[in-house]
């Protein structure tokens, strides 16, 4: 008996000390990946020359042009899904108009709640959030049927239409609010 607990106790030691390491190895790659991901994002709801992260009650980067004037901002942000949060990059210019909406994270069903995520054939973004570009804060309403004013649900995926346009709505409402303010 005791043999098998010490044959037991040295594999699992083995197993710890391998997981250990290659976590060791890939953490500061995922890392590289994961910036590399924000980048592209950032550029995708806001094109800009430079970004600069800005942390106080809301965190956002703000974009700047060549002139290192200030031409929006990128909020992360996230709604409640179906599977879990779905986690969000919106971009907003100076005119208060939404420039892009990117997911980076979810969990939704596929075939039904990843719609929000999914790209056409011969298409370079997803419909869904196509439809976000140059609308006003205001016009930001979720709606079941054909419209070309606000934003048209997905079909079999309502809780993942409004959880994105939830998150969208609150957030870069929330962050106006407090951008007045100052």
């Given at each position: ?8 106790f040295a594999v ?15 953490a500061p790659v ?90 056409e054939y011969k ?60």
């Amino acid at each position: 008996m005791f043999r098998l607990s010490m044959s037991l106790f040295a594999v699992a030691l083995i197993c710890a000390l391998t997981l250990a390491l290659i976590y060791q190895k890939t953490a500061p790659v995922i890392e590289q990946q994961k910036q590399m991901l924000l980048e592209r994002s950032l550029q995708s709801v806001l094109p800009a020359d430079s970004y600069q992260k800005k942390e106080g009650e809301i965190l956002y980067y703000e974009a700047k042009n060549a002139e290192s004037n200030v031409i929006g901002w990128a909020l992360p942000l996230s709604g409640k899904g179906y599977g879990g949060n779905i986690q969000l990059l919106v971009g907003v210019d100076t005119k208060e108009n939404i420039t892009g909406v990117q997911v980076l994270e979810h969990s939704e069903t596929p075939g039904l709640g990843s719609k929000i995520n999914e790209i056409e054939y011969k298409q370079t973004e997803a419909k869904f959030l196509k439809q976000f570009k140059g609308r006003n804060i205001q016009d930001v309403v979720l709606i079941k049927g054909s419209t070309d004013k606000n934003i048209q649900a997905i079909t079999g995926a309502t809780i993942s239409s409004k959880a994105v346009v939830a998150g969208v709505r609150q957030g870069v409402d929330g962050f106006l609010k407090s951008q007045r303010k100052k």
